[in-house]
């Protein structure tokens, strides 16, 4: 298979239009457009039923404790784990595209439902866990929403878009299933996967 994300070039910056977080006006970040960026892709195995989408950050800092901290610093030598940023599964088997904006165009506060959407059905990210003791956008957050690494990490961060194409038509999911749980559903599905990695940080020594 073959993969081509919109604006992003393979180990690439990821342009802020596709953020969560932006750099602010004197502050180290602000909310950013969060769009998400358009998916095209071919060369798809005869016997593809169904896709999924995932995005995944391994670049996240394990222990919280220190994230955004004036006068701290995250060491990119610390723990890291996994961080889902767009889940969606049985995506019919006809589709080659995602459109840009489709399934995000802008930070919405407290989420978006998951479920079935135009796209397919929507799965929830990690920003669910990341914001749910914030009074004003804590929530179960479907769909995509962009990157927002910590401004205080020494670690560039690593976002995944990967297409798997899968042999039916679904998995099975429902509810506000995670991106694990929509990886384990996989096993034993997937006929060919295609990925393209962006990069992006918000710490100012290291943004390009």
């Given at each position: ?6 604006g992003?070039?393979d180990?690439q910056?990821?342009p ?5 977080g932006?750099?602010g ?13 358009a ?6 195995p005869?016997?593809?039923?169904s ?5 995944v950050?391994p670049?996240?800092?394990g ?11 995250l060491p ?5 784990v996994?961080?889902f ?15 840009e904006?489709?399934?995000s165009?802008?930070v919405?506060?407290k ?5 079935q ?14 914001l749910?003791?914030d ?11 962009g990157?927002c ?5 020494e670690?560039v961060?690593?976002y995944?878009?990967t297409?798997?194409?899968l ?5 099975g999911?429902a509810g ?6 929509a990886?384990?559903?996989m ?5 060919d996967?295609a ?10 020594d290291?943004r390009?």
């Amino acid at each position: 298979m073959k993969l081509t994300v919109q604006g992003i070039k393979d180990q690439q910056p990821i342009p802020e239009t596709f953020a969560f977080g932006v750099p602010g006006d004197g502050e180290p970040m602000t909310l950013g457009p969060n769009r998400n960026p358009a998916l095209t892709w071919s060369d798809v195995p005869d016997k593809t039923r169904s896709f999924a989408v995932v995005v995944v950050d391994p670049d996240v800092p394990g222990d919280p404790s220190d994230v955004n901290q004036q006068d701290k610093t995250l060491p990119s030598s610390m723990a890291r784990v996994d961080f889902f940023h767009w889940v969606v599964v049985d995506i019919p088997g006809e589709t080659r595209a995602i459109g840009e904006g489709e399934d995000s165009d802008g930070v919405t506060p407290k989420g978006k439902a998951p479920g079935q959407t135009s796209i397919g059905l929507r799965g929830i990210n990690t920003f669910t866990d990341f914001l749910a003791s914030d009074p004003d956008m804590g929530g179960t957050y479907g769909g995509y929403d962009g990157p927002c690494p910590p401004w205080n990490d020494e670690r560039v961060h690593h976002y995944h878009f990967t297409v798997y194409a899968l042999d039916t038509e679904s998995l099975g999911l429902a509810g506000e299933f995670t991106g694990d749980e929509a990886l384990k559903a996989m096993e034993g599905h997937i006929l060919d996967q295609a990925t393209v990695t962006g990069t992006y940080t918000l710490n100012a020594d290291l943004r390009q």
